[in-house]
């Protein structure tokens, strides 16, 4: 199992970035996959997760409405796109990957990538 991230970058407030999550390995169908960020000096947190089972997605109440995660199939990817970044959105970005039923934004997920830095700032 490998998840490779990509898409991040330096963004202006207000801006936007879509983040992608490529997995190998393995397909996606049946896997529940998150994404979480971790700013400097501060613990991990959930931002989004999709089903890929029934594709039930949760979003964080700090990106609702902002954030949206969608999955393609046959790319065997999952995105996040990310509209009206703020500064507090900074951070390096993670996606993990398990069985369906980790669906949640707790980070007991066991396939992780490495991670992508997003920088909100003008």
């Known amino acids: 199992v490998q998840l490779v991230e990509s898409g991040g970058g330096l963004v202006q407030p207000g801006g936007s970035l879509r983040l992608s999550c490529a997995a190998s390995g393995f397909t996606l169908d049946g896997y529940a996959i998150a994404w979480f960020r971790q700013a400097p000096g501060k613990k991990r947190e959930g931002v989004s997760c999709?089903?890929?089972?029934?594709?039930?997605?949760y979003y964080a109440d700090s990106v609702k409405g902002r954030f949206t995660i969608s999955t393609d199939n046959a790319k065997n990817t999952v995105y996040l796109q990310m509209n009206s970044l703020k500064p507090e959105d900074t951070g390096v970005y993670y996606c993990a990957a398990d069985a369906d039923l980790y669906l949640s934004l707790i980070d007991n997920y066991n396939y992780w990538g490495q991670g992508t830095q997003v920088t909100v700032s003008s």
């Open positions: 999709i089903s890929n089972s029934d594709g039930r997605t």
